[in-house]
Nanobody, 124 residues
Framework: QVQLVESGGGLVQAGGSLRLSCAASGRTVSTYRVGWFRQAPGKEREFVAAISRSGRNTYYADSVKGRFTISRDNAKNTVYLQMNSLKPEDTAVYYC?????????????????WGQGTQVTVSS
């Protein structure tokens, strides 16, 4: 079993950048495919980005494509979400999730392990 802990959230102005980290403990993150999801107040949780277990394949929601980059550093047991050109509509709690699948997935039901979330607030 793996424990996931997100960090790096905060308050940023529109157009700014943040880098979220998802640190794994208990098992090496290289064993897991990882996805980032977000949930804004009053809205359902939505997919943001995902990366395969090898790191060779990534997948993005249309709303973040070209602005966000997911990557993994298995030596540091961490997955990152670099967020650039942030918009107020990116404001949400961001969660990382993992499971033992190989390829990426944009379906939250595929993921067995979830972090506690980190708040991202983008001011206009």
């Amino acid at each position: 079993q793996v424990q996931l802990v997100e960090s790096g959230g905060g308050l940023v102005q529109a157009g700014g950048s943040l880098r979220l980290s998802c640190a794994a403990s208990g098992r090496t993150v290289s064993t897991y495919r990882v996805g980032w999801f977000r949930q804004a107040p009053g809205k359902e949780r939505e997919f943001v980005a995902a990366i395969s277990r090898s790191g060779r394949n990534t997948y993005y929601a249309d709303s973040v494509k070209g602005r966000f980059t997911i990557s993994r550093d298995n030596a540091k047991n961490t997955v990152y979400l670099q967020m650039n050109s942030l918009k107020p509509e990116d404001t949400a709690v961001y969660y990382c999730a993992g499971d033992l699948g190989v390829s990426y997935s944009d379906y939250d039901g595929d993921y067995d392990y979830w972090g506690q979330g980190t708040q991202v607030t983008v001011s206009s």
